[in-house]
């Protein structure tokens, strides 16, 4: 069957959409979604732009195989981040998604450059685009979505207009988010307030029916499908608080007593149904609010619920709820809040808001979101919608709420798993548990070692870094990862081998280091924040902690695995190694040989 060759490149100063073919070498080596927007970002920006410029790169990318994997289409939004200057890639589902791919027709990406003069939409379909005038701008992401009831719409809300820098993507009305590092402040920035997917969701070509059927089976009946069928990741609230890692009170606990109010229990007591009740794994629970019906996800209760010592499940929906439709990152919106409190009780600002006031927070989200009055000083709004970092630039308070590489932690507690430490530490957007969560069984384990932390974080890094350019479902995806995909490009007539599509993933992960060490990043962004080498208080992980030297020598032992210098730099060999020598520009520093005490000990 054909495959998908092209891009739409959309440049909104020129007012221009046209058809380009990729090139064979990128598709082969860097398959689509993330592996292609990591491609193009590399190539088409000097180091030092500005996230918020005309010259930044917005792609919106699908995968070869988009439509046809089981469990929800998933789109990448992949950019620079305006949150941390570094790269970002953010995913959503759901039918955009879906349609995305099915407007985009043979092409793998729509990438967004320049900046409109006045707000502008981009309208897609049959594998082209036009760029029109947008009348919504101003309007919620549900009243932007409500405006194509016969198209499917990814959008930015007032958060994205006005630039806040955890901005989201928000697609079907606000249920979907493309969520962290702030790819819906580059959308407001460059005037552009939908993108609006016009086509059908691919059709499932009849030499991948059957395998289809056999993957949502073995998804449906694993480990994972079992979980996702019980409590989709609201039930991470539970699993978290029972481990003595659920961050609340703003970091300065890591167990909550209400947990039963806003854990997988409240949700089902609350829940008029769930999202695809008809799938074999239906999706999460769908709660009725004042603002409408949200789906509250697993961040929500932990960051929103928990973080901000909120007891009532409706409240904390509620907050969610606004949080989607004002177009702002749950995890980012209320580590924020929670800075706000702490920095209150220091004296290091004056703001009128505290743990457990759901009418407080609420203020101080839609000030941010919005510039509407709140509860604190304009300055400090406007400082916290560029991030907890540059609040804490200007105000102090470092040390409240951990941050790495600028973005807010979310609310697994790193200090009983190193391997999780380490997973925030090199993630390559900042603090993330998307990338690799060790968590999931290093919370049960006893004493894994060194060599077991390095390679668990390895391995999940590369494997999702090659299933997120498929772009595929991060959790009915899961069967894939034996064989990295192979077997569906086989039955598309695109036979990719096993070992060929690892290494892909392991390219992939590398070339963004590359683009992050064009930036300035180095060791010192994979470091830790203090508060995190402080011990748990109380609770079952009580003692628990990050040892600085401990946690530098497990840094030294992921760089060398990765074939890293001690910089955190790529060296020659290992950029040989994975065929990218000759895609190193000269802007991007490149690392010496590993030093002999760099090793993977057992200890």
Not at 83 to 103: E, I, K, M, N, W
Not at 186 to 215: F, H, N, S
Request: hydrophobic share 40%.
């Amino acid at each position: 069957m054909a495959g998908r060759h092209y891009v739409l490149r959309a440049d909104l100063s020129a007012g221009t959409l046209v058809r380009e073919r990729v090139p064979e070498r990128w598709r082969r080596q860097f398959i689509g979604g993330k592996g292609l927007g990591a491609r193009y970002l590399y190539a088409e920006l000097e180091a030092g732009t500005d996230a918020l410029g005309p010259a930044n790169l917005l792609a919106f990318c699908s995968g070869p195989l988009s439509g046809y994997l089981p469990g929800e289409t998933r789109y990448a939004a992949v950019t620079k981040s305006p949150l941390t200057g570094a790269f970002l890639d953010s995913y959503a589902g759901g039918s955009f998604a879906a349609r995305l791919a099915g407007s985009l027709d043979d092409c793998l990406a729509l990438l967004v450059t320049g900046a409109a003069d006045e707000p502008v939409r981009i309208v897609l379909e049959d594998g082209n685009g036009r760029i029109e005038p947008a009348e919504t701008w101003g309007d919620d992401t549900v009243e932007t979505a409500a405006h194509y009831p016969d198209a499917a719409v990814a959008c930015i809300g007032p958060a994205g207009e006005r630039g806040v820098a955890y901005a989201t993507i928000a697609s079907d009305g606000g249920d979907h988010h493309a969520g962290r590092g702030g790819a819906g402040a580059v959308m407001g920035a460059k005037g552009l307030k939908a993108v609006v997917a016009r086509g059908t969701e691919p059709e499932i070509p009849p030499e991948l029916a059957d395998l289809r059927r056999r993957y949502e089976r073995a998804y449906a009946d694993g480990e994972t499908g079992r979980w996702q069928r019980a409590g989709e990741t609201v039930e991470s609230v539970d699993f978290a608080n029972e481990v003595g890692a659920l961050a609340t009170e703003g970091w300065q606990r890591d167990q909550f007593e209400a947990v039963d109010d806003i854990g997988i229990e409240a949700a089902e007591d609350a829940a008029i149904g769930r999202e695809h009740p008809d799938r074999d794994v239906p999706g999460g629970f769908e709660v009725e609010t004042d603002d409408g019906t949200s789906v509250p996800r697993g961040a929500t209760p932990m960051t929103l619920g928990a973080g901000l010592g909120l007891d009532e499940f409706d409240a904390v929906a509620a907050l969610g709820e606004l949080c989607d439709r004002l177009g702002v990152d749950v995890i980012s919106a209320g580590n924020a809040v929670a800075w706000a409190v702490r920095a209150d009780a220091a004296d290091l600002v004056d703001c009128d808001v505290s743990f457990g006031d759901e009418a407080g927070a609420r203020r101080l989200i839609e000030a941010i979101a919005t510039g509407s009055e709140g509860p604190c000083d304009a300055a400090v709004v406007e400082a916290l919608a560029a991030g907890v970092d540059r609040a804490v630039d200007r105000y102090g308070g470092d040390g409240l709420i951990p941050t790495v590489k600028s973005m807010e932690l979310p609310s697994y507690d790193p200090r009983a798993a190193a391997g999780m430490a380490l997973a925030y530490a090199t993630s390559d957007r900042g603090g993330c548990h998307r990338r690799a969560r060790p968590i999931e069984w290093e919370a049960f384990s006893e004493g894994a070692s060194t060599r077991e932390r390095v390679a668990a974080v390895v391995t999940a890094q590369d494997t999702r870094s090659i299933l997120w350019s498929f772009v595929a479902d991060d959790f009915a995806g899961e069967p894939l990862w034996d064989d990295f995909g192979a077997e569906w490009f086989d039955a598309l007539g695109q036979p990719h081998d096993t070992d060929d599509l690892r290494r892909a993933g392991e390219r992939i992960w590398t070339l963004v280091r590359l683009f992050n060490a064009r930036e300035g990043f180095r060791r010192d962004a994979d470091e830790l924040p203090d508060p995190l080498t402080e011990p748990i208080s109380d609770g079952p992980a009580a003692g628990s902690h990050i040892d600085a030297e401990q946690f530098d020598a497990l840094l030294d032992a992921y760089y060398a695995a990765r074939g890293w210098n001690h910089e955190g730099l790529p060296t020659v060999a290992t950029l040989e190694r994975l065929d990218l020598a000759d895609v190193v520009d000269g802007e991007t520093p490149i690392g010496d040989p590993p030093t002999p005490t760099q090793g993977t000990d057992d200890d």
